[in-house]
């Protein structure tokens, strides 16, 4: 399997653009998950996703922040308008409980807002 | 107070050396406890995964969990100039549900 798949993988843009990460899960897990990566608040869960289904979006910052996944096999998350402290490393994961709550990251979306 | 914390370090060590890995965590409903690694610029991999309280080995590595204390180890035996990485722990209360991460110590093993 390819493991899970982001894209872009790096990012610049200005502020107040529209940014929209991209993410394929591997196939067959069934829960989904965003996380933020900085230097200041370490690995934060933004939104997570059961069967494509949002289950827990409590982590998202802001209205400016929404996810989405319209099938088992794409999600994406999107801030509009983009501000430069949202500038992070965007990670997403996805899992399938029977294989023992084991997680598994894609490599990652660098993203720079200037 | 954060639910799971975690010295950033750095922490420098020589080759061959044992490494002590902790975290504190305040969650007394976690049930399932990581570690993974983290190269630079890459994702986080899982290392190791414990259910509640116990130990757990693999190869040079050693997971330990004490409920009663709320604290989590991670032992590295022998180590490695590979090894070098940000560890990170984790916890979270079913299988499935939301981890928790520690902000992460960052490991360098020196030749």
């Known amino acids: 399997d390819a493991g899970v798949i982001q894209s872009p993988r790096h990012e610049v843009t200005e502020m107040g653009q529209e940014v929209t990460l991209r993410c394929k899960p591997i196939?067959?897990?069934?829960?989904l998950f965003w996380y933020r990566q900085t230097m200041m608040r370490g690995l934060e869960l933004l939104i997570y996703?059961?069967?494509?289904?949002?289950?827990?979006d409590s982590g998202m910052p802001e209205d400016r922040f929404s996810a989405k996944m319209p099938n088992a096999s794409f999600s994406t998350l999107k801030i509009q308008p983009s501000e430069p402290r949202d500038s992070a490393v965007y990670f997403c994961?996805?899992?399938?409980?029977?294989?023992?709550?084991?997680?598994?990251f894609g490599e990652g979306s660098w993203l720079t807002v200037v | 107070q954060k639910e799971v914390e975690q010295d950033p370090g750095p922490l420098s060590v020589p080759e061959g050396a044992i490494v002590s890995l902790n975290c504190t965590y305040s969650?007394?409903?976690?049930?399932?406890f990581m570690w993974y690694r983290q190269y630079s610029r890459k994702g986080p991999e899982l290392l190791m995964y414990?259910?509640?309280?116990g130990n757990k080995e693999d190869g040079r590595f050693t997971a330990q969990v004490d409920k009663s204390s709320k604290y989590i180890s991670l032992f590295i035996r022998d180590s490695q100039p590979s090894d070098s990485a940000t560890y990170l722990c984790?916890?979270?209360?079913?299988?499935?549900?939301?981890?928790?991460f520690g902000e992460g110590t960052q490991l360098t093993v020196n030749p």
């Open positions: 414990t259910y509640s309280s």
């Open positions: 196939s067959g897990h069934d829960y």
């Open positions: 969650n007394s409903a976690f049930q399932y």
């Open positions: 984790a916890g979270c209360l079913t299988s499935g549900s939301r981890l928790t």
């Open positions: 996703f059961n069967n494509n289904v949002p289950i827990d």
């Open positions: 994961a996805s899992s399938f409980p029977a294989e023992g709550n084991t997680i598994y």
